[in-house]
């Protein structure tokens, strides 16, 4: 009798909030024993980590971002990651969350560079698009793509699809196919985080005020 192949899931844990919320769980240990699992986070090779939630068939790697190559498209990329989130919650009408990192001066030279940026988007919408539409063709990654290669994952799990690298490894899934779902890391990462550019398939929130929130941002996706 011929063995059923193991299906593998692909999982990106960003931040110790992330890795407390899913490798902290009895669902962790579940999903161990039954698929294979390619866990993707900064600490990829800490001891601590490792020795902790380490197991038979999960597997380790680095989550990082493959910087585009020419200079042109990194200052592209850094002008439109720095102005976006302002101009994507003005143009929603929901920067509220943005404004009280202004007002607690939270980062503030940061945020003054944001919102500057952000006013040049909104007075030129087309120069955001345009950025946007150009950045997301020079995201394809070798590094994920040879992974996803090798293991033909049937399921991406992402937990902060605002982060670079998290949005690349959604691009590269998508590319190949692959089904995509994404947990919104906080309450407030929907209207204080900017765009997520690479849209999951599926998203999984926190409440009511969240899901309305989603359908209202991205009514094309949910």
Same mark, same amino acid.
């Given at each position: ?41 900064? #600490?990829?090779?800490?001891?601590? %980590?490792?020795?902790?939630? +380490?197991?038979? !068939? $999960? &597997? ?21 990651? #720095?102005?976006?989130?302002?101009? %994507?919650?003005?143009?929603? +009408?929901?920067? !509220? $969350? &943005? ?124």
């Amino acid at each position: 009798m011929e063995k059923t192949k193991i299906k593998t899931i692909f999982i990106s844990l960003p931040y110790p909030m992330s890795i407390r919320n899913i490798l902290r769980n009895p669902l962790y240990d579940l999903l161990s024993k039954q698929y294979k699992i390619v866990i993707f986070t900064p #600490l990829f090779n800490d001891e601590l %980590f490792l020795d902790e939630f +380490k197991r038979d !068939g $999960v &597997f380790f790697y680095p989550l990082q971002f493959d910087y585009v190559s020419n200079f042109f498209a990194r200052v592209v990329f850094k002008l439109h990651r #720095l102005g976006d989130r302002f101009h %994507f919650a003005t143009d929603k +009408k929901i920067h !509220g $969350v &943005f404004m009280n990192r202004y007002l607690y001066k939270a980062n503030l030279w940061n945020e003054r560079q944001t919102k500057f940026v952000g006013i040049i988007f909104n007075i030129f919408p087309a120069l955001n698009k345009w950025m946007a539409k150009f950045i997301k063709k020079q995201l394809n990654s070798s590094y994920y793509s040879k992974l996803i290669e090798e293991y033909n994952p049937s399921l991406l799990f992402t937990t902060h699809p605002f982060m670079e690298a998290e949005n690349q490894l959604l691009l590269n899934a998508e590319k190949f196919g692959i089904r995509t779902i994404s947990l919104i890391h906080s309450w407030d990462n929907l209207t204080g985080k900017g765009r997520m550019h690479s849209i999951p398939e599926q998203l999984i929130v926190w409440n009511e005020v969240m899901k309305d929130e989603a359908k209202m941002l991205y009514p094309e996706n949910f």
